[in-house]
């Protein structure tokens, strides 16, 4: 890499998991709905990819992550998302 091109660690997006592919998963006994995924480009060129989401039973709960289950509907997503990221990232206008 050229000196004085600037170091870029990872590139992250966050993506609204369409209601048809949620789901729920529970830690420390409370059950959480998953409604979104950060997808971050790892310098290797690999995607990686957390779920995030809320106590089903509501309340000031926090904001946990969890692992993006291996369904191909969701690999399919995170793919769709990084390609069309990479697109809007191509098209960027500069600050302003």
Known sequence: MPEDEPLV???AINVTIPEELRWT??????TFR???LNVRLLTSGHLAAKSYGRPVEGGRGAYVSFPVPERPELVALVEAAAARAATMWGAHRGLG
């Open 9 to 11: 660690s990872a590139l």
């Open 34 to 36: 998953l409604d979104t």
């Open 25 to 30: 998963d529970t830690r420390r006994g409370q």
